[in-house]
């Protein structure tokens, strides 16, 4: 568990200015989503989060502790992709497990806790299967599962959703949402998809080419939009 704070954030790809300047304060075990049409930064700040780009500008807290320079791996994050980022040659355990056996951890830990992570996902049946031989909701989980195991501080999800279908969608939806309850966990979540959004946040950020238009609860936006922008996208009547 951990507060994150994205203190003035920017990313310039050469002379292009794709995000200006992003200020969010994500108190521990919070579920923030971040929002906003295609192209407009999400995968660019969440990338910046988790380590995976270097920031242009301002910095990136865990804890009150700046992170801006410290690798991926030191960071104590664990960011979950769409399922079928899964490696289709290995087991579900495997899978799992992968992330801490590059990190040369002890196979009998590794495996106690892929075997507890299997049990908070309803995935125990299925650790020696291949991800062809499971659903899309099961991949899912095994998605998740890669990085419940590595026990984060923090998780960002980029868009985990967006291959399923409209009703495995709504059921991953409430599962994660019960994951986070669980786990008690800070999760930064994105998506281009309001519902997904006004459903499943503690509080949004709306973003729109690389600038945040509002900070707030479904209920606050949905009843006090910052602008057009704001009530056009989360689909209020004002
Ligand atoms: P989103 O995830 O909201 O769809 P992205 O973060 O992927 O948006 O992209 C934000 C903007 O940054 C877009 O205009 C995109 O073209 C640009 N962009 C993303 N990655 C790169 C890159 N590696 N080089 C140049 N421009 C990039
Ligand atoms: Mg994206």
Redesign the pocket.
């Known amino acids: 568990m951990a507060s994150m704070d994205i203190v003035n954030v920017g990313k310039a ?1 050469g002379s ?1 200015t ?1 995000i200006h300047g992003v200020s969010v304060e994500i108190p521990d075990g919070e579920f923030v989503v971040l929002v ?1 049409p ?8 969440l990338r910046m989060v988790a380590g995976l780009e270097p920031i242009t500008f301002g910095d990136i807290r865990i804890d009150g502790h700046v992170v801006n320079d410290l690798p991926p791996k030191d960071r104590d994050i664990a960011m979950v992709f769409q399922s079928y980022a899964l490696y289709p040659h290995k087991t579900v355990a495997e899978n799992m497990g992968f992330a801490l056996k590059m990190r040369g951890e002890p196979k009998a830990d590794i495996d106690d806790r892929v075997k507890k992570a299997a049990e908070i996902l309803d995935l125990v049946p299925y650790l020696a299967r291949y991800p062809r031989q499971l659903s899309g909701g099961q991949r899912q989980r095994v998605a998740m599962g890669r990085a419940i195991v590595r026990d984060p501080k923090v998780f960002l999800f980029d868009e985990p959703l967006s291959n399923l279908d409209a009703k495995l969608r709504v059921q991953m939806r409430a599962e994660i949402k019960e994951l986070q309850r669980r786990l008690a966990t800070t999760m930064i979540y ?1 998506t281009h998809d309001q519902v997904e959004a006004m459903t499943m946040a503690d509080r949004i950020v709306v973003l729109r080419d690389g600038r945040v238009e509002q900070i707030g609860s479904p209920l606050e936006l949905y009843d006090k939009p910052a602008n057009t922008f704001v009530a056009g996208f989360i689909g209020s009547p004002s």
């Open positions: 790809y292009l794709v906003g295609s192209g407009c930064g999400k995968s660019t700040l994105v």
